[in-house]
């Protein structure tokens, strides 16, 4: 199964929406999309508005991949629980966040070794990024909780690196 979640920002993220809905007959993998506030409605795919955090993560557990914004929350629990994730970040210029950080974390998540973290910055690049992934078929070891841990590591980091 591939999962697909925006997250709970009010901002749309049709972009994500309407491509990955375009590819799911393609895909050969079952495809299920939370669509959050957006007004694209999938078609091709089981999709829903929202689902309580219990059932966001037994999909996130039981998928063979996870699209996503670049939401932190998700990217710590595709890292908690093993789950490959494949980040769209939302962009400013189209409205659907109100600046580019989650262009600044994407960019930054590209320059670790983190072998689960798979970024593409146009939605043309999904269908592509998507089937090899799913051929690689790579799954590693949950984390547990190390993704939080080291969230907060660097925001006291940042905050320290600032008042100086």
Do not use: W
């Not at 990955?20 to 079952?30: G, K, L, T, V, Y």
């Not at 999938?42 to 508005?49: D, S």
């Not at 966001?56 to 789950?83: F, N, P, Q, R, W």
């Amino acid at each position: 199964m591939i999962f697909v979640t925006v997250g709970n920002d009010f901002r749309r993220f049709d972009r994500l929406l309407a491509k990955m809905d375009e590819i799911a007959p393609s895909i050969p993998n079952e495809m299920v999309i939370q669509r959050g506030y957006s007004a694209y409605l999938p078609k091709n795919a089981k999709q829903f508005a929202f689902v309580p955090m219990n059932e966001a993560i037994e999909y996130i557990k039981k998928s063979e991949l996870v699209v996503s914004h670049a939401g932190i929350g998700t990217i710590i629990l595709c890292g908690e629980y093993g789950t490959p994730i494949l980040i769209l970040p939302r962009k400013k210029a189209y409205r659907e966040h109100m600046n580019d950080h989650q262009m600044e974390i994407a960019k930054a998540l590209e320059q670790r070794t983190e072998t689960n973290i798979h970024v593409v910055y146009q939605e043309d690049q999904l269908q592509g990024k998507i089937m090899e992934i799913l051929r690689e078929g790579k799954r590693k070891s949950p984390t547990g909780n190390v993704g939080k841990t080291n969230l907060i590591k660097t925001i006291r980091e940042f905050i320290n690196r600032t008042r100086t």
